[in-house]
């Protein structure tokens, strides 16, 4: 029993930006995402007396960043080679453009742990996938 296989679909080439216009783009969200990653870290504290909340509190706070990271890690790799990079990449901006309304609104530590969970995280992701595209194309020393 033999199998036809059915023709090939065509792939169509993958959307390029000139440098001109890409190089800025890159920079602003490689500059938020670091940003929004190290500029909830030291408000914590501040919350802590301003709210009043145990010190274990406080840990939490903290150790779900290394959770969501983990998780961010397992996780973000495969998606991105089942989906793309780009999809991915835009999903990590508005996660983390909603973490960060979620953290400047927050009213009380529960709203502040959800903020600086996996969404917090997505910039490590975001960060490799970027030195890769640049790697790729040329664009940055290895």
Known sequence: MSRTLSPSRTTRPPRTFPAKAAFPG???VFAA???AAGAPTPLLSLRQQEWGFSAGTLSLA??????????ALLVGGSLSDHLGRRPVMLIALYTELIAMIAFM?????TWVIIARAPPRNRHR???????RS???AGTVPP
Do not use: E, P
């Open 62 to 71: 903290f150790a779900i960043y290394a959770i969501g990271l983990l998780a």
């Open 26 to 28: 890159l920079a602003l």
């Open 134 to 136: 640049h790697r790729r």
């Open 125 to 131: 992701h975001c960060d490799r996938r970027i030195q």
């Open 33 to 35: 995402f670091f940003f």
């Open 105 to 109: 609104v927050a009213s009380t530590i």
